[in-house]
C-alpha cells in the first residue's frame, strides 16, 4: 500500500524526501508530497518524519 502525508501535520523539514530511496517525495510549496507512481511502499520514510505526518493508504 502506498504512504501519503498529511499536508496539515507536515511541517515541510524535508527529512521524508531525503530517506527516500526511489525519490517518490517532492516538495510542493512549503509541504511534501508522494507520488503514488513512483512510491515503492517500502516505509522508508514513515520513520524519519519527526512530527509522524506520513500515514499508510
Given at each position: 500500500?502506498a504512504?501519503?502525508?498529511?499536508?496539515?501535520?507536515?511541517?515541510?523539514?524535508?527529512?521524508?524526501a531525503?530517506?527516500?530511496?526511489?525519490?517518490?517525495i517532492?516538495?510542493?510549496?512549503?509541504?511534501?508530497?508522494?507520488?503514488?507512481?513512483t512510491?515503492?511502499?517500502?516505509?522508508?520514510?514513515?520513520?524519519?518524519?519527526?512530527?509522524?505526518?506520513i500515514?499508510?493508504?
Amino acid at each position: 500500500m502506498a504512504y501519503q502525508i498529511n499536508k496539515n501535520v507536515c511541517v515541510g523539514c524535508g527529512a521524508c524526501a531525503s530517506n527516500c530511496p526511489v525519490a517518490a517525495i517532492n516538495q510542493k510549496e512549503d509541504k511534501y508530497d508522494i507520488d503514488f507512481n513512483t512510491c515503492v511502499s517500502c516505509g522508508a520514510c514513515v520513520g524519519s518524519c519527526p512530527v509522524n505526518a506520513i500515514e499508510q493508504q
